[in-house]
């Protein structure tokens, strides 16, 4: 029955599998050229339409980039292993690191596009800080950029009168961040709790990430409370999902 399953398969996804295989082995490394179209289609003897099918397999999936007039190329770029449970320890922003810092590794990391402005809060944002419906929230945006890749959109919602005065209103909010901020006026965060879903971009999304075309974004809202059970901050993030990994390592 395999084989007969294999045959069923279309021909492009066969093509994109061998390639994906022949990359995986090492035949061909981060920033090597693929063969083109001309190419597969004598390899494999398959038409046109066929060959630009199973490049744009591999592009869609964020192996390989196509760059104009010189072919397809094997991606460049690292995937980010983001450790969802250790990039969260007070050791980091607690001693003036980025929590960003536990994924990057040493890379060339830019945070740009950043805004902060007060708001409405929305009606869900009100119901987790626990703040009357219309309260103002200190909205935080920013965009991550890794190697020069936009790899991240982050949205920070933050009771405005609780973190009025603080830096958490300016652009840089220091070393440490807005959790090293929160703890200075007795609001450190002592637990977090994640939710991660996947959906399709928005068109804004994919423009502000620069996705290639049937690329996923994965959303991730983090929840950060403080000593009794207080949310002090919603973080809402949209991940290019071919540039993550996301691992998550804890006690049994």
């Known amino acids: 029955m395999g084989s007969q399953g294999a045959g069923q398969q279309p021909k492009y996804q066969r093509i994109a599998a061998e390639l994906k295989a022949a990359i995986e082995a090492g035949e061909y ?3 090597d050229r693929l063969p083109g179209e001309n190419d597969l289609m004598a390899t494999y003897e398959v038409a046109r339409m066929t060959a630009r099918q199973a490049l744009g397999v591999l592009q869609s999936e964020g192996l390989a980039e196509a760059r104009k007039g010189a072919g397809v190329f094997v991606r460049e770029f690292r995937p980010i292993r983001r450790h969802g449970v250790q990039r969260l320890s007070p050791r980091l922003w607690g001693e003036g690191q980025s929590v960003w810092a536990a994924d990057t590794e040493g890379r060339d990391l830019v945070v740009d596009l950043i805004s902060v402005t007060e708001e409405e809060a929305p009606e869900g944002i ?3 800080l626990d703040i009357g419906a219309g309260a103002s929230t200190c909205v935080r945006r920013r965009r991550f ?8 959109l982050a949205t920070s919602y933050l009771d405005a009168e609780l973190v009025a005065g603080t830096a958490i209103t300016e652009p840089d909010t ?8 929160l703890d200075e006026i007795g609001r450190k965060p002592v637990r977090f709790r994640e939710e991660v879903r996947s959906r399709m971009p928005s068109a804004d999304e994919a ?6 075309s049937g690329t996923p974004v994965v959303l991730i809202c983090r929840t950060a409370f403080a000593e009794g059970g207080r949310a002090v901050e919603v973080n809402d993030m949209v991940l290019d999902a071919s540039a ?4 998550y390592d804890f006690e049994a």
Request: zero cysteines.
């Open 29 to 31: 490394g981060p920033g």
């Open 126 to 128: 009100a119901r987790v």
């Open 145 to 152: 950029v890794l190697d020069g890749r936009p790899v991240l």
């Open 174 to 181: 220091g070393p440490g961040g807005i959790y090293a901020r």
């Open 207 to 212: 423009e502000r990430l620069g996705l290639a």
């Open 244 to 247: 993550y990994i996301l691992e």
